[in-house]
């Protein structure tokens, strides 16, 4: 059975295992190098504890999200990260946990929500869009993979206000879910 938990310290090892398990092509498309134990290690020590969840199937990580809170005058705005183990993927897990995180992130006082997406990374476009993102921005040549080739991003987002408002009579994960029909 899977779990969702908040991102303790004692999950380390298991996550940085499943970064490590990643395939190159989609570390490419990481920001951070989260292969390197400090990095990961930085995320349970510091004080940004409690905005990262995994899902568990035992002690095995089979996918990561965090909302990550921008700062100053734009820390009404979190940042959402996600990645799911390529075994994984295709069940319904990332959209599940994508919500989770959501949720997690309006409760906690985020109005605004984006996500830094690679222009080729047509699942994820397709699994935010689903959830109520839209096209904010398109950056051209704003990365350089691991090749070093420049590649676009887009920045899709997600403007909560009307979600939090809707929350008192549907509550707010039925409020985040797409619309039916
Ligand atoms: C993007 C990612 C998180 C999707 O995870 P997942 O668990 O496979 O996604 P789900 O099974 O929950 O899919 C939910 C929806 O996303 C879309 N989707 C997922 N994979 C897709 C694919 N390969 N092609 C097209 N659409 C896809 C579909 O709309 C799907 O809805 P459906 O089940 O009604 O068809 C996963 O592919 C991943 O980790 N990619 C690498 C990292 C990344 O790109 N992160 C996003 C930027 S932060």
Do not use: N
Request: net charge negative.
């Amino acid at each position: 059975m899977t779990t969702v938990v908040p991102l303790q310290s004692e999950h380390t090892d298991a996550v940085l295992q499943f970064f490590r398990e990643l395939p190159q092509g989609d570390l490419t498309f990481i920001k951070e190098d989260v292969t390197e134990a400090d990095v990961v290690r930085a995320w349970t020590s510091g004080s940004d504890r409690g905005d990262r969840w995994i899902a568990l199937d035992g002690e095995q990580v089979l996918a990561y999200a965090a909302v990550l809170r921008l700062p100053g005058w734009s820390d009404h705005v979190g940042e959402v990260r996600l990645v799911v183990a390529p075994a994984a993927r295709g069940s319904g897990l990332g959209r599940d946990l994508a919500r989770h995180a959501l949720v997690r992130a309006v409760e906690a006082g985020v109005t605004k929500l984006v996500v830094e997406v690679v222009a080729e990374q047509g699942s994820a476009l397709a699994l935010f869009t689903a959830l109520g993102f839209s096209g904010e921005a398109l950056l051209r040549d704003q990365i350089r993979d691991r090749d070093g080739r420049l590649r676009d991003l887009m920045v899709l987002a997600h403007h909560v206000g009307d979600v939090a408002t809707a929350m008192d009579t549907v509550g707010l994960p039925e409020a985040l879910s797409p619309p039916l029909g």
